[in-house]
């Protein structure tokens, strides 16, 4: 049985009472549209490309609500990248920053640790150390693009501006470690949640070594590291060709001294090298720089001995989650005999060689590629 609701009903009704009507009107309808099928036709298009264009419209002004405001965040990333400028700042010497007491010759109390800073939102803070006679400056370039947050710190007395000063006089490369720890751990109390990566250049490396010793030692003294990067570790005396020439040095003649060290290389590029480096150094206090070299002289094994090398290395690698140590060509007859070495001992996946030169290391397109990689590793 059919169930007819009262609307079918009253449209029956409608139609029932005025069916005359209705099938005039429809007539006159399909005969319409009989004639003027193309104009409907046309109409029916035409509305439906206004529906569409509307929703184009709609979509492309979602569009460009969109880029707008893609536009203004870049724009006010490069804004605040602007604002993340390279500050040189200091950390000030303090009596109680030393557990052990100092020998008298070495006056550090009181004075001033710089370092260059350039603080980001990144989860990760590197911090930069430099090589024999140099300075913060050197990881500038890298430091103005590099997305972590990094610190370079400049060894006590290695400013030019601390040249002449007799507040800084020359102290041993292990005061020097003492210094260098106490900043890492300032910068890591400063930014507790951030992950600590640690790079050394040259010499630079051999301070790590120095801190590794020393946090081995003192281990409540040791901050939490995630990684670290060595370019071109010393050795033996076989890579110490210039500190070792600088060791020898006597700053009371400084011009004769770097003029000798100058007729060191027998290739142009080497030439090139050496003089961009004595360039650097000639206007720093030579006697802190001899000094220091004196002692990294001291620290390593004649030419063909290894021992020492692979003690220190380990003493690094215990304390980070993740160690890679590059060469550059400098070190290429070298590298063979360090990498067979390792694998004895089962060392991998630690040591790589880079077709670069060795201050090539501090160039800023270098340094955030390699370093980005680590922190991906």
Same mark, same amino acid.
């Given at each position: 049985?059919?169930?007819?609701?009262?609307? !079918?009903?009253?449209?029956?009704?409608?139609?029932?009472?005025?069916?005359?009507? !209705?099938?005039?009107?429809?007539?006159?309808?399909?005969?319409?549209?009989?004639?003027?099928?193309?104009?409907?036709?046309?109409?029916?298009?035409?509305?439906?490309?206004?529906?569409?264009?509307?929703? $184009?419209?709609?979509?492309?002004?979602?569009?460009?609500?969109?880029?707008?405001?893609?536009?203004?965040?870049?724009?006010?990333?490069?804004?605040?990248?602007?604002?993340?400028? !390279?500050?040189?700042?200091?950390?000030?010497?303090?009596?109680?920053?030393?557990?052990?007491?100092?020998?008298?010759?070495?006056?550090?109390?009181?004075?001033?640790?710089?370092?260059?800073?350039?603080?980001?939102?990144?989860?990760?803070?590197? !911090?930069?150390?430099?090589?024999?006679?140099?300075?913060?400056?050197?990881?500038?370039?890298?430091?103005?693009?590099?997305?972590?947050?990094?610190?370079?710190?400049?060894?006590?007395?290695?400013?030019?501006?601390?040249?002449?000063?007799?507040?800084?006089?020359?102290?041993?490369?292990?005061?020097?470690?003492?210094?260098?720890?106490?900043?890492?751990?300032?910068?890591?109390?400063?930014?507790?949640?951030?992950?600590?990566?640690?790079?050394?250049?040259?010499?630079?490396?051999?301070?790590?070594?120095?801190?590794?010793?020393?946090?081995?030692?003192?281990?409540?003294?040791?901050?939490?590291?995630?990684?670290?990067?060595?370019?071109?570790?010393?050795?033996?005396?076989?890579?110490?060709?210039?500190?070792?020439?600088?060791?020898?040095?006597?700053?009371?003649?400084?011009?004769?001294?770097?003029?000798?060290?100058?007729?060191?290389?027998?290739?142009?590029?080497?030439?090139?090298?050496?003089?961009?480096?004595?360039?650097?150094?000639?206007?720093?206090?030579?006697?802190?720089?001899?000094?220091?070299?004196?002692?990294?002289?001291?620290?390593?094994?004649?030419?063909?001995?290894?021992?020492?090398?692979?003690?220190?290395?380990?003493?690094?690698?215990?304390?980070?989650?993740? $160690?890679?140590?590059? +060469?550059?060509?400098?070190?290429?007859?070298?590298?063979?005999?360090?990498?067979?070495?390792?694998?004895?001992?089962?060392?991998?996946?630690? +040591?790589?060689?880079?077709?670069?030169?060795?201050?090539?290391?501090?160039?800023?397109? +270098?340094?955030?590629?390699?370093?980005?990689?680590?922190?991906?590793?």
């Amino acid at each position: 049985m059919i169930n007819n609701s009262p609307m !079918v009903e009253k449209a029956a009704a409608f139609v029932g009472r005025h069916k005359a009507a !209705v099938t005039l009107t429809g007539g006159v309808l399909g005969a319409a549209l009989g004639i003027y099928s193309d104009e409907a036709r046309a109409v029916i298009a035409w509305t439906w490309s206004h529906v569409i264009a509307g929703g $184009t419209l709609v979509t492309l002004a979602v569009a460009g609500v969109f880029s707008l405001a893609w536009w203004a965040r870049g724009l006010t990333e490069r804004r605040r990248e602007l604002r993340r400028e !390279v500050v040189r700042q200091f950390f000030d010497i303090h009596a109680d920053d030393f557990e052990e007491d100092l020998p008298s010759d070495n006056a550090v109390i009181g004075r001033q640790l710089w370092y260059l800073e350039r603080t980001t939102e990144s989860s990760d803070l590197v !911090v930069l150390l430099h090589g024999l006679g140099l300075d913060a400056d050197d990881f500038r370039p890298f430091m103005n693009v590099a997305r972590q947050h990094t610190a370079a710190i400049t060894l006590f007395g290695h400013n030019v501006e601390e040249a002449r000063d007799n507040r800084y006089r020359p102290i041993g490369m292990a005061l020097h470690a003492d210094l260098i720890s106490g900043a890492i751990n300032n910068l890591q109390r400063q930014y507790p949640y951030k992950r600590l990566t640690l790079v050394g250049f040259s010499v630079g490396c051999d301070m790590l070594f120095q801190l590794a010793e020393l946090w081995r030692d003192h281990p409540e003294r040791q901050p939490k590291i995630r990684s670290m990067l060595l370019l071109d570790p010393n050795i033996n005396h076989s890579t110490m060709v210039i500190s070792g020439k600088v060791a020898r040095l006597n700053p009371e003649q400084p011009l004769a001294e770097l003029k000798r060290i100058a007729q060191v290389p027998e290739e142009l590029v080497e030439f090139q090298n050496f003089c961009e480096y004595l360039h650097k150094i000639s206007g720093k206090d030579l006697c802190q720089v001899q000094r220091y070299a004196a002692d990294l002289w001291a620290y390593w094994e004649p030419d063909g001995q290894y021992e020492l090398f692979f003690q220190r290395l380990e003493r690094v690698r215990a304390i980070s989650d993740t $160690t890679r140590v590059f +060469f550059s060509m400098h070190f290429e007859q070298r590298f063979n005999d360090v990498v067979a070495r390792a694998r004895q001992r089962g060392i991998r996946q630690v +040591f790589d060689l880079r077709r670069v030169d060795h201050f090539e290391f501090c160039q800023d397109a +270098f340094l955030k590629r390699e370093i980005g990689a680590l922190l991906r590793a």
